[in-house]
Antibody, heavy 120, light 110 residues
Framework: QITLKESGPTLVKPTQTLTLTCTFS??????????VGWVRQPPGKALEWLAL???????RYSPSLKSRLTITKDTSRNQVVLTMTSMDPVDTATYYC????????????WGQGTLVTVTS | QSALTQPASVSGSPGQSITVSCTGT?????????VSWYQQHPGEAPKLMIY???NRPSGVSTRFSGSKSGNTASLTISGLQAEDEADYYC??????????FGGGTKLTVL
C-alpha cells in the first residue's frame, strides 16, 4: 500500500523560503521509472503542477515557477523535499505530493495535502 | 505554459450522461496520448479516474470513459450518480517535458 504525507510550516511570511517534505512508504524511489511530484491548489481554485523528481534524479519544473523551485530526494529516508523561494500571499495553497509509478504515467497515489498560508 | 481549458461547470440528472472537455494545443493534449483525468471531492485529494486518454485504473467504474480528438480530450460519465458530483481535472504531458492541469470543471448532479 502506497502512502504519502506532506509536512512543513502552516504559516510563512512574504519573501521567506518554504520547505516542504513528502515522506512516503510502500514504494522505493530507487526503482526504475518511479517519480514523486508536487501539485498545489489555492483555496477554491484549480490544481497547479509544480515539480517532479525521478528515481534517477531527473528533475522537472513548471516553466512558470522554475526559478523559484528546487526538488530533491533522500532515497534512504523515503523523502522528497520541495523548496520554494520568495513566497508571496498568492502562493497560499494546499500543497500535495503524489506518486508516479513509471515515467509518463499519471499520479496514482496522493498525500492528504498540507495548507500553507503566506501572511505577514 | 497555460492551463488547459475546461468548462467551469457541467450538470446532469441521475442516470444521464455528461461529457467534460479539455482543450489544449498540439504541444500538449494534441501531441501526446498522456492525458489523465482526476476526480476531487471537497476537502479531499484528487483521485485518478482515467490515464493515457482512455485507460481506467483498477477499481474505477466503467461508467467513466475518456477519448481524444485533435487538441481536445473528453471525459464522459454515463449513468450519472449522486456520488459523481465533484470537481474534475484533466492533465496532459507537454512539449516542455512537464505536465499541465486544466482549470477544473464542477459537476453538479441535479
Amino acid at each position: 500500500q502506497i502512502t504519502l504525507k506532506e509536512s512543513g510550516p502552516t504559516l510563512v511570511k512574504p519573501t521567506q523560503t518554504l520547505t516542504l517534505t513528502c515522506t512516503f512508504s510502500g514504494f522505493s524511489l530507487s526503482a526504475t521509472g518511479v517519480g514523486v511530484g508536487w501539485v498545489r491548489q489555492p483555496p477554491g481554485k484549480a490544481l497547479e503542477w509544480l515539480a517532479l523528481i525521478y528515481w534517477d534524479d531527473d528533475k522537472r519544473y513548471s516553466p512558470s515557477l522554475k526559478s523559484r523551485l528546487t526538488i530533491t530526494k533522500d532515497t534512504s529516508r523515503n523523502q522528497v523535499v520541495l523548496t520554494m523561494t520568495s513566497m508571496d500571499p498568492v502562493d497560499t495553497a494546499t500543497y500535495y505530493c503524489a506518486h508516479r509509478a513509471y515515467y509518463n504515467m499519471p499520479f496514482d497515489s496522493w498525500g492528504q495535502g498540507t495548507l500553507v498560508t503566506v501572511t505577514s | 505554459q497555460s492551463a488547459l481549458t475546461q468548462p467551469a461547470s457541467v450538470s446532469g440528472s441521475p442516470g444521464q450522461s455528461i461529457t467534460v472537455s479539455c482543450t489544449g494545443t498540439s504541444s500538449d493534449v494534441g501531441g501526446y496520448n498522456y492525458v489523465s483525468w482526476y476526480q476531487q471531492h471537497p476537502g479531499e485529494a484528487p483521485k485518478l479516474m482515467i490515464y493515457e486518454v482512455s485507460n481506467r485504473p483498477s477499481g474505477v467504474s466503467t461508467r467513466f470513459s475518456g477519448s481524444k480528438s485533435g487538441n481536445t480530450a473528453s471525459l464522459t460519465i454515463s449513468g450519472l450518480q449522486a456520488e459523481d458530483e465533484a470537481d474534475y481535472y484533466c492533465e496532459s504531458y507537454t512539449s516542455s517535458s512537464t505536465w499541465v492541469f486544466g482549470g477544473g470543471t464542477k459537476l453538479t448532479v441535479l
